[in-house]
Nanobody
Framework: QVQLVESGGGLVQPGGSLRLTCAAS????????QAWYRQAPGKQREWVAS???????NYADSVKGRFTISRDNAKNTVSLQMSSLKSEDTAVYFC???????????????WGQGTQVTVSS
């Protein structure tokens, strides 16, 4: 009934930009916390950025100054604007939501299916 769907992934050249969007669908009233994670082949999933319902943001050191996370509480979406992309940013990117409330939902957490980002010439 409730799901997260990422979009915007693809192939981009080093130094380029890309914007990812995660849409939460279903009978949702609010979401307390949203974040982006990424996972490269053979590597553990790592946290990239997060944002609270109040708009407070945090970033991993590896992306600070290059990535920007934002959310639209009315639309229940969260985005990740990525700039000055490097080959090291290549990974599957996942969105995550925690503290989901809705009809018959008091507190839920979900992961999206992931979207591939490839930075290469």
């Amino acid at each position: 009934q409730v799901q997260l769907v990422e979009s915007g992934g693809g192939l981009v050249q080093p130094g380029g930009s890309l914007r990812l969007t995660c849409a939460a669908s279903g009978s949702i009233f609010s979401i307390d916390f949203q974040a982006w994670y990424r996972q490269a082949p053979g590597k553990q999933r790592e946290w990239v950025a997060s944002i609270t319902s109040g708009g407070s943001t945090n970033y991993a050191d590896s992306v600070k100054g290059r990535f920007t996370i934002s959310r639209d509480n009315a639309k229940n979406t969260v985005s990740l604007q990525m700039s000055s992309l490097k080959s090291e940013d290549t990974a599957v990117y996942f969105c995550y939501a925690q503290g989901i409330r809705g009809s018959g939902i008091y507190d839920a957490a979900l992961w999206g299916q992931g979207t591939q980002v490839t930075v290469s010439s």
